[in-house]
């Protein structure tokens, strides 16, 4: 870094107004700046970082906000006097601008490029030496510059939220044209006991996704066999992953951790990605340990604004309970904790029963005798824009898992009655 300042203080900058119509403006700019535009009390001492604001401006501002009495006199004994003035001078340039907010978050942007510079430097030098990198450092200020321009203050005049759309398609039906609710951005959290067929399910959704998104791209984690195992098994079921996704659709059975899964993720910049499964990723068996890997799917899809598919497991009690058909899949039933029902824009239950296997008379009016699938949508967080559940569909036999009809093209409610729709719409529309 020290570098890289003499190289700016060597060199005769531009003016000012050359540089702000170019939107140029470097570190050292944006340091001088800030600093006088604290000085004459335009922007507060809790906008800023000292750490932000290159030499010697960084030691006058720890300096002028360690205390509320501290004077211009007390800072010019830590910045020299023609530091000053071309601070003065910065800021007599720009004037009485309105959006002086916003030059604390171009600093910090700023600061954080500098610091991101200096290590990729530093990394490059040694890369090319082929001596040993630790990449570790590189990966953490790559995610602390993705974290700054993403959360970063805006107006609401700037936020574009008139053309956000909750809920997009997805070209499942039971979900566009039941439920309506596939979440834009947001984890999709699928769950269910062992042998229901969460993966076939999920590779169906997926692969809905692409042929309804024709210029998207998707990744498949796969925890539980090697990427070859589960392409040859999944293809079998669904031959139009490889006849018309295979440019479009990443495969992984390699994956070590969530944070690798992230930083792939985000240099890939995936439109949707799904994890088969989610149990496989946890370090440890614990609700702690689940919890920071759902923050951290969670931060992904805020950060990155994608839909994250992710298939889990139930608890042990309620797999239980729900395998010798005592009851049916719940909410809070997401293995170890409650953080999965709580991180889920979109939580679904997948069972396959008939009437003889259940023990309880809910829902009698939708079983038979013969094994049938069955989607529970236990929670949308963002409401229910068609039939309005939580409630269950039951889909008509088919070949192929989780792509039978929807019976009656109705969701049923958790009591056995058939759910009114929003959005009133006839047999032929759905």
């Not at 042990?316 to 309970?321: E, G, P, T, V, W």
């Not at 049938?372 to 889909?395: A, H």
Request: proline residues 4%; aromatic residues 8%.
């Amino acid at each position: 870094m020290e570098m890289v300042r003499d190289f700016i203080l060597t060199f005769q900058r531009e003016p000012y107004t050359t540089l702000m119509e170019h939107n140029q403006m470097d570190w050292h700019n944006l340091s001088e700046i800030n600093f006088a535009l604290l000085l004459n009390n335009r922007i507060q001492c809790s906008m800023v970082q000292a750490e932000w604001f290159d030499t010697p401006y960084d030691r006058g501002v720890k300096i002028f906000c360690r205390e509320v009495n501290n004077t211009r006199e007390d800072v010019a004994k830590v910045v020299d006097l023609q530091s000053m003035a071309s601070a003065e001078e910065a800021l007599g340039i720009i004037g009485n601008v309105d959006n002086v907010l916003d030059y604390p978050t171009m600093l910090h942007k700023a600061y954080n490029s500098m610091r991101l510079g200096d290590i990729l430097g530093k990394a490059s030098v040694k890369l090319k030496r082929n001596d040993d990198v630790d990449l570790l450092p590189v990966y953490g200020e790559l995610t602390s510059v993705v974290a700054n321009q993403a959360t970063g203050l805006s107006l609401i005049k700037d936020v574009n939220y008139k053309d956000y759309e909750s809920f997009d398609k997805c070209g499942y039906s039971p979900i566009d044209d039941i439920t309506g609710n596939f979440p834009s951005d947001g984890p999709l959290t699928v769950m269910g006991i062992q042998g229901v067929g969460k993966s076939f399910f999920g590779a169906n959704l997926l692969t809905k996704y692409l042929i309804q998104h024709p210029q998207k791209t998707a990744g498949i984690y796969t925890l539980e066999m090697s990427a070859e195992h589960y392409c040859k098994r999944t293809i079998k079921m669904y031959p139009e992953m490889e006849s018309m996704l295979s440019d479009r659709l990443f495969v992984s059975g390699q994956v070590r951790g969530i944070e690798d899964l992230i930083a792939e993720v985000a240099t890939k910049r995936l439109d949707l990605v799904l994890l088969d499964d989610l149990d496989g990723i946890v370090p440890e068996e614990s609700p702690a340990a689940y919890q920071g890997v759902w923050k951290r799917v969670r931060e992904l899809c805020r950060f990155i604004k994608i839909p994250f598919i992710t298939l889990c497991q139930p608890n042990r009690a309620s797999k239980i309970q729900v395998s010798n058909g005592e009851r049916w899949l719940s909410p809070y039933d997401t293995a170890w904790s409650g953080s999965g029902e709580n991180a889920s824009a979109l939580l679904i239950g997948l069972m396959r029963t008939n009437s003889t296997d259940m023990k309880t008379s809910v829902l009698s009016g939708i079983l038979d005798d013969e094994d049938r699938e069955f989607l529970i949508f236990m929670k949308s967080r963002d409401g229910w824009p068609l039939q309005v559940g939580p409630g269950i569909v039951r889909l008509e036999p088919d070949k192929k898992m989780w792509r039978g009809k929807v019976w009656q093209n109705r969701l049923w409610s958790m009591s056995g009655k058939q759910v009114g729709m929003r959005n009133k719409k006839s047999d032929e529309d759905l």
